[in-house]
C-alpha cells in the first residue's frame, strides 16, 4: 500500500468514526445538510502536499451514466489518455442504462478491488452516495465528472462549463432560431439526472428575463438517455402542441433523437431544434436543416481533466479545497473553485460554418 493510501484508509476509518460518533450524539440517523459540503473532502484524503509526486501505477476507473452513450465513449477516451500519460491503469465499467441505481454494484465491485480513483458521473445525485463512502473509507478518491452527486460524497466534481453557461447559451440559441416568441419544450435525459436538473431550472430562471417574455416553456419530457424513448418523446411533443415553436434538448442522445424524428417529418425546418449534442452526430442534421445551431463543451478534454485531478488527488497532491492547483497535462494548470468544484471552460457552439472542424 502506498503512504498516501495508507494516510486517506487511516483518515476515512477517522472519518467514518467521527460521523458515527456525531450520528450517535444526535440520536441516530445522519443526513446530508447543505452544510455538508467539500469541508469533508478533507477528510477523506488528509492534508494536501502541493509538493507531492504523482504516483505511477494509480488505478484509475471511469463509470460513466452509461457505456453505450457516444459521449461519454469519447469523454473517457480523453481519461484513458491521461491515465496513460500518467503510467497509471485504467478502466472503464458501467450500466447500459441511466437509472438513479445502476451503477451502485460498479462501485462496489470497484471498492473490493482496491481502487485508487473512481471517476464517475452520477445519474441520480444521492443513489449512489452509501457505495461512494465505502469506496472512500477504503481509500479511494472520488471525482465527479459530467453530473455531480451531493458534494458530501465525492472529493472534487470536474463540470464541462458552468451550470449558468449552458443554461444560458440554450435560451440564446432557441430564442433566436423561433425569432423571441412562441411556446417551447425541453427534451431531458433521465429525471433524477443532477446536471440536467441544475440546467432545467437554471434555463426558467432565463426564461423570466424580459427578453424571453413572449416564450412559453410548455413541457418538460423526459426520453431517459435512451434513443427510442427519446424519439417517442419527440412525436409526442409535436402531437400535444400544435403550435410548438422548438425544442431544447440538453442531452446528446436526447437531441440525436429528436433530430432523426424531425429530418423526417413535416415539422423539419419548422419546428426549431438546439441544446447539446456532438458535432459527429448532429452533423447530418445540420446539413439537412433540421437543425441550425447546437452546442457542447469538448467531452474528451473533459474526461482527460478528470483523470488528472483524481490522480493529483489520490497522490495527496490537492485535497479538494478552494484555491488549491494541479497540472492538467496539455490542457494547463487548473484551481479548485468553491464547492471543490473545477470548471472546464465555456461550451463551444455549432453551426454549419464549423461543425467541419470538430471531430468528436
Ligand atoms: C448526455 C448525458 C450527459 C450530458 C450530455 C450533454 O450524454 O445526459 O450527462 O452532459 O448528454
Redesign the pocket.
Known amino acids: 500500500m502506498t503512504r498516501s493510501k495508507f494516510r486517506r484508509l487511516a483518515s476515512g476509518l477517522a472519518a467514518v468514526l467521527a460521523l458515527t460518533l456525531t450520528a450517535a450524539a444526535c440520536g441516530g440517523g445522519t443526513t446530508r445538510g447543505d452544510d455538508e459540503g467539500p469541508g469533508d473532502t478533507q477528510d477523506s484524503v488528509g492534508e494536501a502536499d502541493p509538493n507531492a509526486e504523482i504516483q505511477e501505477g494509480l488505478h484509475i476507473s471511469f463509470l460513466p451514466?452509461q457505456i453505450n452513450?457516444p459521449?461519454?465513449t469519447v469523454a473517457d477516451g480523453g481519461g484513458e489518455q491521461a491515465v496513460g500519460e500518467l503510467a497509471g491503469e485504467y478502466e472503464e465499467v458501467g450500466p447500459s442504462e441511466?437509472s438513479a441505481s445502476s451503477q451502485v454494484s460498479y462501485i462496489n465491485t470497484l471498492t473490493q478491488q482496491g481502487v485508487d480513483a473512481i471517476v464517475t458521473?452520477a445519474n441520480d445525485p444521492n443513489a449512489i452516495c452509501g457505495a461512494l463512502d465505502q469506496a472512500r473509507s477504503a481509500g479511494a478518491v472520488v471525482v465527479t465528472y459530467?453530473?455531480d452527486t451531493d458534494p458530501a460524497c465525492r472529493d472534487l466534481f470536474v463540470n464541462?462549463a458552468t451550470a449558468e453557461g449552458i443554461a444560458k447559451i440554450q435560451i440564446e440559441l432557441i430564442s433566436e432560431q423561433i425569432g423571441g416568441s412562441g411556446q417551447i419544450a425541453i427534451l431531458s435525459?433521465?429525471p433524477n439526472?443532477t446536471?440536467?436538473n441544475a440546467w432545467i431550472d437554471l434555463m426558467k430562471q432565463e426564461l423570466e428575463k424580459p427578453e424571453y417574455a413572449d416564450i412559453e416553456l410548455v413541457e418538460v419530457a423526459y426520453g431517459n438517455?435512451d434513443d427510442e424513448d427519446s424519439f417517442q418523446e419527440t412525436q409526442g411533443l409535436l402531437s400535444s402542441y400544435p403550435d410548438l415553436a422548438g425544442i431544447i434538448s440538453?442531452?446528446?442522445?436526447?437531441i440525436a433523437a429528436a433530430a432523426r424524428y424531425l429530418s423526417g417529418s413535416d415539422s423539419k425546418g419548422k419546428v426549431a431544434l438546439t441544446g447539446?449534442?456532438t458535432p459527429n452526430q448532429m452533423r447530418e442534421f445540420v446539413k439537412d436543416g433540421t437543425v441550425e445551431s447546437f452546442a457542447?463543451w469538448d467531452p474528451e478534454a473533459l474526461g482527460y481533466l478528470a483523470a488528472y485531478a483524481a490522480a493529483a488527488l489520490a497522490s495527496g497532491q490537492i485535497n479538494g479545497e478552494a484555491g488549491q492547483t494541479f497540472e492538467a497535462g496539455d490542457l494547463g494548470e487548473y484551481t479548485i473553485g468553491d464547492g471543490g468544484v473545477v470548471v472546464l471552460g465555456p461550451p463551444t457552439v455549432f453551426d454549419r460554418d464549423n461543425i467541419d472542424d470538430f471531430d468528436f
Not at 440538453?250 to 436526447?254: A, E, I, Q, R
Open positions: 451514466k452513450n459521449y461519454f441511466a458521473s459530467d453530473s464541462q435525459a433521465t439526472a446536471n440536467q438517455d440538453p442531452t446528446t442522445v436526447g447539446l449534442g457542447l
